[in-house]
């Protein structure tokens, strides 16, 4: 715990901005950052927890597929936190934060065959796709450009992931 006396910005507050993007609709972009990022954890804990625990013949292409998967998500979750700084807000940074602002549910601690885990996986980026879709909307709407600009070049990515999930979920196979 800090001892800290002084409080630097408080959580959940807007503050001015170097873009100038007006405090009201600063405010509506945080919110909606803050919960793509904390989405974004949800996504990147339960992605590298199937990294951990793929088995099978195809255990390698799939173990470092998850990671590359991870690893994304953790940059981008990255880019997220920076930009909501840019633009006068706190990221979300603690896991309780994080835990009540996610709008995606995360798989339980079992662990479950490869195929499975996949189908979770897809999901959960599905609700991460339609949710990103309206954030850039969102921003895109406010004036906010540069954000809406950040949140498609994620998309893009996001979308790519959720395209190999689905190639790897068909029915043909080498194995048998």
Known sequence: MSTQKSVLKEAGSVGDNPVRLDAEKAEQIIEALNTDLADAYVLYHQLHKHHWNVEGAEHLRLHEFL???YEDVETAADEIAERL???????HASMPALSEAATVEPEDEDVYDIRTSLENDLEMYGDIIESYREHIELAAGLGDHATAHMLR?????IEEHAHVIDHYLE???LVR
């Open 85 to 91: 700084q840019s633009i006068g807000g706190v990221p």
């Open 67 to 69: 990671q590359e998967a």
């Open 171 to 173: 029915d043909d196979t």
């Open 153 to 157: 070049e994620q998309l893009i990515e």
